[in-house]
Every structure is written in structure tokens, then in C-alpha cells.
């Protein structure tokens, strides 16, 4: 096995090479996150034939250059592609390769590069599609902590600090709390010069719309507890490419070094292993034409083919306490708390169902509607649904916002999308429905001046209503038990 680093567009790039004599088909990494810290995967590239190509984005770590987001990949990387093509150890065919924001940097060069710079086959997993996809949930909230943790850690800089909030967090636990949002730097004790500008970025899905004029195949990869899960599976299904493939498992934005509670041991998988196995059939044209993949039901310890959904079946909920209630920004509902105050006055309308008489497999979209009143002209209605087994426990399922600007006082029908499910619940769980005005520090808070959440300097208390008749909780029920499948062969068929 060779290697060595090269400057390639005067980027830091490091390549490391199979033994043998070559040429050899070659997989690209571009990431902002440190080179050097994909030294174990470029090996096990190499190891299994792939020629490895791993690169600093301009202006990180031992790239030159100024850092700005999603700004340059392109061009850099279609540098990049160029030149290993040139090479006597290429044999011309590459992979575009990268999870989070070195997803977006392959998937721009299957998406925007000329032709000559296009990859063979793109894997991307849990891909931050950019500036906006990342930064706010499709009905326009801000995701408020994970843009402070990311800009924390590497926006503005050359390196990177990964417990920059957290340290922050530790000194001032009020420190999101804290007006304007657009302060944060000065808070933090640090330039962030392009932290305000994030948050001017409102149009999303231009990767996602571009989609179907690919032309590689793609494998997307992704996890339930992801923030990202809803981009990869819109991507997957948009994607032209002749052979698309989709992994979903209970996993967050690490997969599987962070299983979900729900995960069982079926659900951990050699991710490296199958990446290079579905890597070598793609670009041998080995792949059978067509969308597939698979899914982790949670919480049963199978996977299911991608394709399975479930029935959308109405719920009726029994209210607890809170058709009337007050959501205050000053004491707002917070997002990494579970517990509900049993005394005072009601800060979230709180609904039940009664216990489930048999297991139930929940596969695809939710969504609750109702109909509700806020007596401040903007008001977010922020809806979580959590699942509470027989053994006293609680687990969040699921969460959307929605932010709508009403006359105050006016009566309106909302619709939140609380994203997709894929999980079993077991005999005699409840579920709880929280309806509130805020789910902080998670996103943003509406502050009910009607200003922009991330300038405002004033907190307004906002007065709601909710009908609890017109709460219906929409969950996509599997008819019948599942036919559980195999993700590799899902993936590699």
C-alpha cells in the first residue's frame, strides 16, 4: 500500500493507493472536518482495491484559502476529479464519497460539474444539502442548536473546537437564551462573521430539484434520528440516476456509532464494508436499474424494504389539561426535557391516547391537525409526540413546528408534520401529544413581536387555544406484520 500528499489546486489533499501495479478505479472524500481523521477509511479503501482520495475544502485545516460554506465545491472539486483522472494510477473511474457536508460536496459534482469532472457513482450519507436545508426546518423555523454547535465548532476558522458550545453552554447555561440570536458571537468570545448571514438563506431543495437530471447511480444513507432525514429520502426519491438506493436505520447524524434507543443488533452493519461492495458494483454496472433499499423498523429488530408505508390512520387524543394555555418565551417548552409540569398554568396543550391493545408498526409520515387560536399576530405551534411504554418511561417520537402569521385572535386550522417513523410499539404504550408554542433550544424562539426570531430584542407572551376536538394525529400503520428483508441485498441488488 502507497501513500502520499500532493497539493492538487493548492489544496491539501492525501492519496493512498492499493498494492499492485494499478490503474485502479478511485474514491473522493472532500471534507471540512480534518483529512488526516479519515486515515482508517482511506486505508480500507485501498485494502479492498479503491485508489483513496482525501482532500481539505478551501480554507480548512492545511488548505489555503478563505472558509465559506457551500461556496466553492464545485469548482474545487471538479479540480480535484480532473487531476486524478490525469493520473497513471487512475483507471478513470471515480466515486464521489462523503456524509454530512462532504455529502454535499459529492453530490454537487455528480449535480453541477461538467461532464468531464462527473463521478461514476455518488454515496452520500446524511447529507446537509445546504445553507438553508441545514439551518431551518422546511416550514422556515430556525434549528437554532445545531447551527450554534456546527458554527461554534468550525464556522470562521481554520481548525476545529467539536465542545466549543458545550464549554460555552457550561460557562452561561442562559447562552441561546440570550437576545439578539444574532449576538452569539460576541458571546461565544469569537469572530463569526458569516453567522448572521446564515440565517438570511430561505430557499431550500435546489440540490434536491436538480436531482432528477442526475445521472450516476447514488447510494443515500441516512438515520431516523437524524435532523436530516427527510433530505435524504427526498433525495433518493428525485434522484435519476438508473440505480438509487436508500439505508435508513435507527441512528443519528453518526449512524452508527450512535444507535437510536430504538436500535437492536440487527441494526448495527459494517457501513465500510458495504459501501465498497455496493461501490464496486455500481461502477461495474453490476446494479439492477431502479429505486430500492431498505429501512430499520426501530424497536423490532428488522429491516424492511424502503418502499414499505403504512396506512395513514386518524387518532382521536383525549385531552390532559392546556386547551387554553400560554406560551411564553421567557419560560419556553424545551426541547431536552421530557418531563411535563404537573402544577401552575398550562404552558402546552397536552393530549393522550388510551393504551395500545396489541403491537404496532408504524412505517412513514405523521402529521397532527387541529384547529387553535393565538392571540399574538405571529405564533409557532410546535407539536411533539412521545411515546410512553408500560414501564414508566418516555421517548420522544416525534417533532414538527410550523410558524404562521394569523390576525390575533383568529381561529385557524393548522397542519404540523411531525417527519417519518419507522418503529414498533409494543403492547400497552400510550402516546402523549404536546402542542406548544415553543421547542427551545432545539429552534428558535418565536418572540411574538412578529420581528424576525433571530434580531428581535423583545418577548411578548402569547395567549393559545386549542380545540381539543379537532386534534386528530394521523400515524402510517402497517396493515399487516412485515416481511422483514436483508439490507445488503437490498443494497447490492
Known amino acids: 500500500m502507497t501513500a502520499f500528499s500532493a497539493a492538487v489546486g493548492q489544496l491539501a489533499t492525501d492519496v493512498r493507493l492499493p498494492d499492485g501495479d494499478g490503474p485502479f478505479p478511485?474514491?473522493?472524500?472532500?471534507?471540512?472536518?480534518?483529512?488526516?481523521?479519515?486515515?482508517?477509511?482511506?486505508?480500507?479503501?485501498?485494502?479492498?482495491?479503491?485508489?483513496?482520495?482525501?482532500?481539505?475544502?478551501?480554507?480548512?485545516?492545511?488548505?489555503?484559502?478563505?472558509?465559506?460554506?457551500?461556496?466553492?465545491?464545485?469548482?474545487?472539486?471538479?479540480?480535484?476529479?480532473?487531476?486524478?483522472?490525469?493520473?497513471?494510477?487512475?483507471?478513470?473511474?471515480?466515486?464521489?464519497?462523503?456524509a454530512s457536508y462532504a455529502a454535499h460536496c459529492a453530490l454537487v459534482l455528480a449535480l453541477d460539474a461538467p461532464g468531464d469532472a462527473r463521478p461514476d457513482a455518488v454515496i452520500a450519507a446524511v447529507p446537509a444539502l445546504g445553507l438553508a436545508e441545514t439551518g431551518r426546518e422546511t416550514s422556515g423555523v430556525e434549528r437554532l442548536l445545531s447551527r450554534a454547535g456546527w458554527w461554534a465548532a468550525h464556522g470562521d476558522r481554520r481548525d476545529s473546537d467539536e465542545s466549543a458550545l458545550n464549554k460555552a453552554l457550561a460557562e452561561d447555561p442562559g447562552l441561546l437564551a440570550h437576545l439578539p440570536l444574532t449576538g452569539l458571537p460576541e458571546r461565544l468570545g469569537r469572530a463569526l462573521p458569516s453567522w448572521a448571514g446564515l440565517w438570511r438563506h430561505r430557499d431550500r431543495g435546489h440540490l434536491v430539484a436538480r436531482a432528477a437530471h442526475a445521472v450516476p447511480p447514488l447510494l443515500a444513507v441516512g438515520g431516523h434520528h437524524d435532523h436530516f432525514t427527510d433530505e435524504t429520502v427526498a433525495l433518493w426519491r428525485a434522484w435519476g440516476g438508473p440505480s438509487t438506493r436508500l439505508l435508513l436505520g435507527p441512528w443519528?447524524?453518526?449512524?452508527?456509532?450512535?444507535?437510536?434507543?430504538?436500535?437492536?443488533?440487527?441494526?448495527?452493519?459494517?457501513l465500510g464494508e458495504l459501501y465498497v461492495r455496493w461501490a464496486h458494483r455500481a461502477l461495474t454496472g453490476a446494479l439492477a436499474p431502479g429505486r430500492h433499499g431498505a429501512l430499520a423498523l426501530g424497536g423490532a429488530g428488522l429491516w424492511l424494504p424502503a418502499d414499505a408505508g403504512g396506512e395513514p390512520r386518524a387518532h382521536r387524543m383525549l385531552l390532559v389539561h392546556g386547551s387554553?394555555?400560554?406560551?411564553?418565551?421567557?419560560?419556553?417548552?424545551?426541547?431536552?426535557?421530557?418531563?411535563?409540569?404537573?402544577?401552575?398554568?398550562?404552558?402546552?396543550?397536552?393530549?393522550?391516547?388510551?393504551?395500545?391493545?396489541?403491537?404496532?408498526?408504524?412505517?412513514?409520515?405523521?402529521?397532527?391537525?387541529?384547529?387553535?387560536?393565538?392571540?399574538?399576530p405571529s405564533a409557532d405551534w410546535a407539536a411533539r409526540l412521545v411515546a410512553l411504554p408500560p414501564d414508566g418511561t418516555a421517548e420522544r417520537l416525534a417533532v414538527g413546528i410550523v410558524r404562521r402569521a394569523e390576525p390575533a385572535g383568529r381561529e385557524t386550522a393548522l397542519t404540523v408534520g411531525l417527519g417519518r417513523l419507522a418503529r414498533r410499539l409494543r403492547t400497552g404504550t400510550r402516546l402523549r401529544l404536546e402542542i406548544a408554542g415553543h421547542h427551545f433550544p432545539a429552534h428558535a424562539r418565536n418572540t411574538h413581536t412578529g420581528e424576525d426570531p433571530m434580531t428581535a430584542e423583545r418577548l411578548l407572551a402569547s395567549r393559545r387555544e386549542v380545540d381539543p376536538d379537532s386534534v386528530v394525529l394521523t400515524l402510517p400503520v402497517l396493515p399487516?406484520?412485515?416481511?422483514?428483508?436483508?439490507?445488503?441485498?437490498?443494497?447490492?441488488?
Open 26 to 98: 478511485a474514491v473522493l472524500l472532500r471534507t471540512p472536518y480534518d483529512r488526516t481523521r479519515h486515515e482508517a477509511e482511506a486505508r480500507g479503501w485501498a485494502r479492498r482495491g479503491f485508489a483513496a482520495v482525501v482532500q481539505d475544502v478551501r480554507g480548512r485545516f492545511a488548505s489555503p484559502g478563505d472558509w465559506h460554506p457551500y461556496a466553492h465545491e464545485t469548482a474545487d472539486g471538479t479540480a480535484a476529479v480532473r487531476w486524478i483522472r490525469r493520473q497513471p494510477w487512475s483507471d478513470g473511474r471515480l466515486v464521489a464519497a462523503g
Open 480 to 493: 399487516s406484520r412485515p416481511t422483514p428483508t436483508d439490507p445488503a441485498e437490498e443494497i447490492l441488488r
Open 252 to 270: 443519528g447524524h453518526a449512524l452508527t456509532s450512535a444507535p437510536g434507543p430504538d436500535a437492536g443488533p440487527a441494526h448495527r452493519l459494517n
Open 324 to 376: 387554553a394555555f400560554t406560551a411564553d418565551p421567557a419560560q419556553p417548552v424545551r426541547s431536552d426535557d421530557l418531563t411535563v409540569p404537573a402544577d401552575g398554568s398550562p404552558d402546552r396543550c397536552l393530549l393522550v391516547t388510551p393504551p395500545l391493545p396489541r403491537p404496532l408498526d408504524l412505517v412513514g409520515p405523521a402529521s397532527v391537525r387541529l384547529r387553535a387560536t393565538a392571540h399574538t
